[in-house]
């Protein structure tokens, strides 16, 4: 949170985007930071979030937009509710702690409501309908894919064995079955879950599209945070900062330049920012968080 608001360099009256508005921790201290009139714009695709969020920034209304939307479409909403050109733009992806402690869709182990793991009711298809409908073959690649598992074959094989499954509570033992706990803190659904949550929610798909949205409604100099807590998520904000941050984006090979790209930002961020051990010790699921940052040219 200290590293994500320094980066952000906010001032009193200035304009601010959380895309990631969850249970309204870095919006409430956005506000502190741009007080006494600045403005913030906070989006969330989960409506439920939102709404639990509002009651939070009771005391800040007349100075936040709250929006259900999801962050593919930040560019969007921000010129339409007139904050472009914007001076930061934070993007804090996963889950909030209200959603995985919450037993209700899906997203935690122990839930035995039936297993949806949608942020928002739009995306077409639930976690049940890809367990109980999709191959071996394809649930095997997206285990390995999106939750880098490496027992994906034996555990879409049990997912087959298994079916139907209605709830995360089914899955969770399914994978148990196949990859015992040993002792092990982490449960072994661990990344059966998380790629699964993040097919259904085409995570990586949405983060490319509000990374582009983000740097095109930023304000020259503005600044682009982002707090990635899965390695595939943080390679993509690493490869996406890196490239926008190059005149050329031609391969090596390619004299002279075809492509015309011209960079966009200056990385902030030489090396990944984690969080402090105090931070870790306070709040133990930031553990795995990664930092990046830049700023507009
Ligand atoms: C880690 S939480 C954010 C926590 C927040 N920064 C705080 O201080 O409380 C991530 C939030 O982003 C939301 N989210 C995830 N993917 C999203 C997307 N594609 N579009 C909009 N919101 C999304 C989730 O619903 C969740 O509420």
Avoid at 17 to 22: H, S, Y
Avoid at 121 to 127: C, G, K
Avoid at 261 to 270: F, I, M, N, W, Y
């Amino acid at each position: 949170m200290k590293e994500a608001l320094a980066f952000l360099d906010l001032h009193p009256g200035d304009r601010c985007v959380d895309g990631t508005l969850g249970d309204g921790g870095h919006s409430m201290a956005i506000l502190e930071a741009t007080s006494p009139n600045g403005r913030l714009l906070a989006l969330d695709a989960d409506g439920a979030a939102l709404e639990r969020a509002r009651q939070r920034l009771q005391p800040f209304t007349d100075r936040v937009v709250l929006v259900n939307d999801n962050f593919a479409n930040l560019a969007t909403v921000v010129r339409t509710h007139g904050f472009a050109p914007v001076p930061g733009v934070l993007l804090d992806l996963g889950l909030s702690s209200w959603q995985l402690s919450e037993a209700r869709r899906g997203f935690s182990f122990s839930d035995e409501a039936p297993l949806d793991m949608r942020l928002s009711a739009s995306q077409p298809f639930t976690a049940a309908e890809v367990v109980n409908t999709y191959s071996q073959e394809e649930l095997s690649h997206i285990l390995f894919t999106y939750g880098e598992e490496p027992q994906a074959r034996r555990i879409a094989q049990a997912i087959l064995r298994r079916r139907p499954i209605a709830t995360a509570l089914e899955l969770a033992q399914a994978v148990e079955g196949v990859v015992p706990r040993r002792g092990r803190r982490i449960s072994p659904a661990t990344r059966t879950f998380l790629a699964l949550r993040m097919w259904v929610n085409s995570d990586l798909e949405n983060l490319q599209a509000a990374l582009q949205g983000a740097i095109g409604v930023l304000k020259r100099g503005g600044r682009l945070v982002v707090i990635a807590y899965h390695s595939l998520e943080d390679a993509k904000v690493k490869r996406f900062m890196r490239q926008e941050a190059r005149d050329c984006i031609c391969p090596p090979e390619q004299v002279p330049c075809v492509c015309g790209h011209k960079a966009t930002v200056k990385v902030l961020t030489r090396k990944v920012v984690m969080p402090s051990a105090e931070e870790v010790a306070r709040n133990p699921r930031v553990r795995s968080a990664r930092l990046r940052a830049c700023a507009a040219l």
